[in-house]
Nanobody
Framework: QVQLVESGGGLVQAGGSLRLSCAAS????????MGWYRQAPRNQRELVAS???????NYGDSVEGRFTISRDNAKNTVYLQMNSLKPEDTAVYYC????????????WGQGTQVTVSS
């Protein structure tokens, strides 16, 4: 079993920055890719960014060039640096990691609210 705990959300003005963190615990050997999804009211959950244990990153089109994902494998922690934030970035951000040994299983954090005011 794996637990994911996010931190770092909050309220920021448009153009500002926030940094999210997600710490994994438990059977972390089962993880390779870790990432962030977000869900705004009335919207579907969408991929923000993901990163492999080797550092290969992937970004959603709406955040490319503004957000940066990184990870510290020794700490089993993934980060999301969010710059040039826009009101449309307002959402609940969820940490996610698929189980590499059981592909049908994915682990989710509890979510952290990010609100960007105009």
């Amino acid at each position: 079993q794996v637990q994911l705990v996010e931190s770092g959300g909050g309220l920021v003005q448009a153009g500002g920055s926030l940094r999210l963190s997600c710490a994994a615990s438990g059977s972390t050997y089962r993880l390779n890719v870790m990432g962030w999804y977000r869900q705004a009211p009335r919207n579907q959950r969408e991929l923000v960014a993901s990163i492999s244990s080797g550092g290969s990153a992937n970004y959603g089109d709406s955040v490319e060039g503004r957000f940066t994902i990184s990870r510290d494998n020794a700490k089993n922690t993934v980060y999301l640096q969010m710059n040039s934030l826009k009101p449309e970035d307002t959402a609940v951000y969820y940490c996610h990691a698929p189980d590499t040994l059981a592909p049908r299983i994915g682990y989710w954090g509890q979510g952290t609210q990010v609100t960007v005011s105009s």
